[in-house]
């Protein structure tokens, strides 16, 4: 389809395990956002990606969270030593002029639980 | 910082009744106003926004005026159907050294009954 594509939409894993969350956003946005959504609150930004490089990471909670998007199209989330705090619905999104319009086209997320 | 604070849901209401959902914020400056909607399986996606005081931004019946004063952008429409069941997430851009990001509320849940 033509829409942002997150793989995979359910994820279950064990604490202190490395998970990766694939995200394939529209064609020819260059503007690609992630974001984590936790149980009964709204999605938080984690990091902003501009062409390859991230433009703004301050949303990351901590240096076991980490982000690429070597080719300026499909991003990484990178996750280590997962903790059952990191269980959470991952939402990317992206956007062709730099998400400064507001409007973000989303992927249905990655559901993620660390047991 | 800026934040969003919307109404707990919630929210069950017949089809054809009016709806409102509160939303106001904090921000530094002038933000832009946003109302996002995730229907059920769906990812989330824009329903309308507002840039200046006093807009008023419109889709699928819905409405939403940007009220500077009080600092708020209440979700209206005149007449629900079922298919309006969703979470509306209200959200905001600060102008402020903004680069797109969202700042959402928390979500407030709607279910239409026929």
């Known amino acids: 389809g033509a829409g942002v594509s997150q793989t995979p939409s359910n994820k279950v894993t064990e604490k202190g395990k490395y998970v990766e969350l694939r995200c394939d956003p529209i064609?020819?946005?260059?503007?690609l956002y992630w974001y984590r959504q936790s149980l009964g609150q709204g999605p938080e930004f984690l990091i902003y990606?501009?062409?390859?490089?991230?433009?703004?990471d301050s949303g990351l909670p901590n240096d076991r969270f980490f982000a690429v998007r070597p080719e300026g199209s499909v991003s990484t989330l990178k996750i280590q030593r997962t903790e059952r705090g990191d269980s959470a619905v991952y939402l990317c999104?992206?956007?062709?002029?730099?998400?400064?319009?507001?409007?973000?086209?989303f992927g249905e997320g990655s559901r993620l639980t660390v047991l | 910082g800026d934040s969003v604070t919307q109404m707990e849901g919630p929210v069950t209401l017949s089809e054809e009744a009016c709806l409102t959902i509160?939303?106001?914020?904090?921000?530094?400056?002038?933000?832009?106003l946003f109302w996002y909607v995730q229907y059920p399986g769906e990812g989330l996606q824009l329903l309308l926004k507002?840039?200046?005081?006093?807009d008023k931004g419109s889709n699928k019946g819905f409405e939403a005026t940007y009220r500077k004063e009080t600092t708020s952008f209440h979700l209206e429409k005149g007449s629900v159907q079922v298919s309006d069941s969703a979470v509306y997430f209200c959200?905001?851009?600060?102008?402020?050294?903004?680069?797109?990001?969202?700042?959402f509320g928390k979500g407030t849940k709607l279910s239409v009954k026929p």
């Open positions: 959200a905001l851009i600060s102008r402020v050294g903004s680069q797109g990001n969202l700042i």
């Open positions: 990606f501009q062409g390859t490089g991230a433009a703004d």
């Open positions: 507002a840039t200046k005081a006093d």
């Open positions: 064609s020819g946005h260059t503007a």
């Open positions: 509160n939303c106001t914020y904090t921000a530094t400056g002038y933000p832009s």
């Open positions: 999104a992206s956007s062709p002029l730099g998400g400064v319009t507001g409007e973000l086209f």
